[in-house]
């Protein structure tokens, strides 16, 4: 799949199951818990199952930025996938309230945005560019979980 969803994921065959990761037995692997705050319903389906295409990843989508505290509180993330432009509570809002929560505060957050081009890094925080391949993506949320 090669399309891109409101400047969304771009995506294409090559990013399945065995992405980046060699012949190690997954089922003795921890997977890593992702929470998805955006409002695009269907991007987030599409991120989503590409993430869970991966069998690393298992993946909880919040579409509404101001039950993202409560979603995380249950669902606790290893790292967030948090979309910067977003009626009613941005994605900076959205960070200061996990920053401020003792449970959630050391959490990653990675901002996904139309707002930028490449992926880099600004006060601490990771940000990558909408369109995003599915390589690159997972490659972000990788870097915060080697040793």
Do not use: W
Request: proline share 4%; hydrophobic share 45%.
């Amino acid at each position: 799949m090669s399309n891109d969803l409101n400047g969304g994921i771009v995506l294409d065959e090559r990013s399945g199951p065995a992405v980046g990761f060699g012949t190690t037995d997954r089922t003795e692997m921890k997977k890593i818990k992702v929470l998805i705050v955006d409002d695009e319903v269907a991007f987030t389906n599409i991120l989503k199952k590409t993430l869970e295409l991966n069998e690393r990843y298992e993946v909880c989508v919040e579409n509404h930025p101001r039950l993202a505290v409560v979603t995380a509180r249950e669902f606790v993330p290893d790292i967030v996938i948090l979309d910067v432009v977003m009626p009613g509570v941005d994605g900076g809002e959205v960070q200061a309230q996990f920053k401020a929560d003792e449970v959630l505060k050391d959490i990653p957050i990675i901002f996904l945005t139309a707002l930028v081009q490449h992926q880099g890094v600004l006060d601490g925080s990771t940000y990558v560019g909408k369109p995003v391949g599915a390589d690159e993506l997972i490659g972000a949320i990788e870097e915060h979980f080697s040793a």
